[in-house]
């Protein structure tokens, strides 16, 4: 049961309310591997839901198009507060509705289209929103990018140091979305600093792991700093752009009026919520034990034989190449979603597969975390994901694996409370 549980969306509305049931309960009884999701709090859960998503409030705090900002201002003036505060940043603007259009709002504040920016390779662990050629950012902008290393599968600094002086990209990504290893930002900073390129750090998987210093701090180092505020950091689905006072002006235009108009108000307040959260020395812990968690993880595929992109992890991420296991990263997928182990197939680097039917698997430890499983767990999890693997290369038809690993892992998970929902009875 939802707790609180949702008595009128019962009433009103039961075929839905049921649907929200059946999800939490599917979230409760599986083991949550993929590496961008979580569990937020019943504290942001509420703050979601409340009535603040009745309020427009364009424009900024104590310069709205609307009145009746008496509450709203004070919620929005405490999320800034608190993301200055816990990544050290000069500035803060929290109403990006989500990652996506936080990273187009840095285009828009510092570039024209047609400029060139110089970013991650998708397939190489980058975003769409770092000039791959899908996204709008890679259609508007001359989009030049790095890769990692064949060798080591860390980024490859002199490659981006190259690029960077040759083309003169006016912004400078960093971050991405399967890099399992420590960004160093200082090194970026420097090249783009070189380059007299602007650099931004999209710290959207990682935040939780920098604000509870589990991972090196971008600031000081990126001009600009986005982030996602729904994976490791554990809050609402929601971003956050970040940088010194001297963007915060043009950041703030690109926003609004640049290209919102509202901003999320519930949201907005349910940041302010996780921010806060994450301020306390438990989020410190669970960070720590999220990368504690991971390298068990880690450890433990390498003793059965699995393939680690750059060998192994520095944060909540691995990246695992099935190439030598038989079996693609797809049915690999959906076998052990099917075995209650949920995660996503992912592309590799050099990956000789297609993007939608990619080579590898990615994985996270931030929702299992969150549950409380602990490093002594992972070699189960990874035995588990082991006997699926194997069995979905040795014939995809057959679910009896699959079902038996499922009744164990409902059997472990049930030992797990989840934040804001539990079975009934
Ligand atoms: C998740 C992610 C984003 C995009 O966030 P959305 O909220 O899905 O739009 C951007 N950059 C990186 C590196 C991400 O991991």
């Not at 592309?347 to 000789?352: E, G, T, Y």
């Given at each position: 049961?939802?707790?609180?549980?949702?008595?009128?969306?019962?009433?009103?509305?039961?075929?839905?309310?049921?649907?929200?049931?059946?999800?939490?309960?599917?979230?409760?009884?599986?083991?949550?591997?993929?590496?961008?999701?979580?569990?937020?709090?019943?504290?942001?859960?509420?703050?979601?839901?409340?009535?603040?998503?009745?309020?427009?409030?364009?424009?900024?705090?104590?310069?709205?198009?609307?009145?009746?900002?008496?509450?709203?201002?004070?919620?929005?003036?405490?999320?800034?507060?608190?993301?200055?505060?816990?990544?050290?940043?000069?500035?803060?603007?929290?109403?990006?509705?989500?990652?996506?259009?936080?990273?187009?709002?840095?285009?828009?504040?510092?570039?024209?289209?047609?400029?060139?920016?110089?970013?991650?390779?998708?397939?190489?662990?980058?975003?769409?929103?770092?000039?791959?050629?899908?996204?709008?950012?890679?259609?508007?902008?001359?989009?030049?990018?790095?890769?990692?290393?064949?060798?080591?599968?860390?980024?490859?600094?002199?490659?981006?140091?190259?690029?960077?002086?040759?083309?003169?990209?006016?912004?400078?990504?960093?971050?991405?979305?399967?890099?399992?290893?420590?960004?160093?930002?200082?090194?970026?900073?420097?090249?783009?600093?070189?380059?007299?390129?602007?650099?931004?750090?999209?710290?959207?998987?990682?935040?939780?792991?920098?604000?509870?210093?589990?991972?090196?701090?971008?600031?000081?180092?990126?001009?600009?700093?986005?982030?996602?505020?729904?994976?490791?950091?554990?809050?609402?689905?929601?971003?956050?752009?970040?940088?010194?006072?001297?963007?915060?002006?043009?950041?703030?235009?690109?926003?609004?009026?640049?290209?919102?108009?509202?901003?999320?108000?519930?949201?907005?307040?349910?940041?302010?919520?996780?921010?806060?959260?994450?301020?306390?020395?438990?989020?410190?812990?669970?960070?720590?034990?999220?990368?504690?968690?991971?390298?068990?993880?880690?450890?433990?595929?390498?003793?059965?034989?699995?393939?680690?992109?750059?060998?192994?992890?520095?944060?909540?991420?691995?990246?695992i190449?099935l190439t030598?296991k038989g079996v693609p990263g797809k049915p690999a997928a959906r076998a052990l979603d099917a075995a209650?182990i949920?995660l996503n197939h992912n592309?590799?680097?050099?990956?000789?597969r297609k993007?939608f039917d990619p080579s590898g698997l990615?994985?996270?430890?931030?929702?299992?975390?969150?549950?409380?499983?602990?490093?002594?767990?992972?070699?189960?999890?990874?035995?588990?994901i082991?006997?699926v693997v194997t069995a979905a290369a040795a014939d995809p038809d057959d679910a009896?694996v699959a079902?038996?690993?499922?009744?164990?892992?409902?059997?472990?998970?049930?030992?797990?409370?989840?934040?804001?929902?539990?079975?009934?009875?």
């Open positions: 049961m939802h707790r609180p549980s949702l008595p009128h969306l019962h009433r009103q509305d039961p075929d839905l309310a049921g649907l929200v049931e059946a999800e939490a309960r599917r979230q409760f009884e599986k083991i949550r591997l993929i590496a961008s999701e979580n569990y937020v709090s019943p504290a942001v859960l509420e703050a979601t839901g409340s009535v603040l998503t009745n309020k427009y409030s364009e424009g900024y705090p104590g310069r709205r198009y609307y009145e009746g900002q008496q509450n709203v201002d004070p919620v929005e003036l405490l999320a800034v507060e608190r993301a200055r505060h816990l990544f050290g940043a000069e500035h803060a603007n929290v109403q990006p509705y989500s990652g996506s259009p936080a990273n187009l709002a840095v285009y828009a504040a510092f570039l024209r289209p047609g400029d060139t920016v110089l970013g991650l390779s998708l397939p190489m662990g980058g975003h769409l929103t770092h000039g791959w050629s899908v996204s709008a950012t890679g259609k508007w902008f001359n989009a030049v990018r790095y890769e990692v290393r064949r060798d080591t599968g860390r980024i490859d600094l002199d490659q981006v140091r190259e690029l960077a002086l040759k083309e003169r990209p006016k912004l400078i990504w960093c971050g991405g979305t399967a890099l399992p290893r420590t960004i160093d930002f200082a090194a970026f900073a420097e090249i783009a600093r070189e380059a007299g390129a602007v650099l931004a750090a999209d710290i959207a998987h990682i935040a939780g792991l920098v604000a509870g210093g589990a991972h090196p701090s971008p600031a000081g180092h990126a001009d600009v700093v986005t982030t996602t505020t729904h994976k490791t950091l554990r809050g609402p689905r929601g971003a956050m752009i970040l940088s010194t006072a001297e963007h915060a002006a043009a950041l703030d235009r690109a926003v609004f009026p640049g290209l919102q108009g509202g901003p999320h108000n519930h949201t907005t307040a349910a940041i302010a919520v996780a921010l806060a959260e994450a301020a306390r020395p438990d989020f410190a812990e669970y960070a720590h034990r999220v990368v504690a968690n991971a390298r068990a993880l880690a450890d433990a595929l390498l003793e059965r034989g699995y393939d680690l992109i750059s060998g192994g992890t520095d944060t909540h991420l691995i990246l190449d030598n209650g949920e592309a590799v680097p050099f990956d000789p993007p990615r994985v996270g430890t931030a929702a299992i975390t969150t549950r409380g499983l602990t490093p002594d767990r992972m070699p189960q999890i990874a035995a588990w082991d006997e009896s079902d038996r690993v499922a009744a164990e892992i409902r059997e472990l998970t049930a030992a797990y409370p989840m934040p804001g929902w539990a079975p009934a009875g």
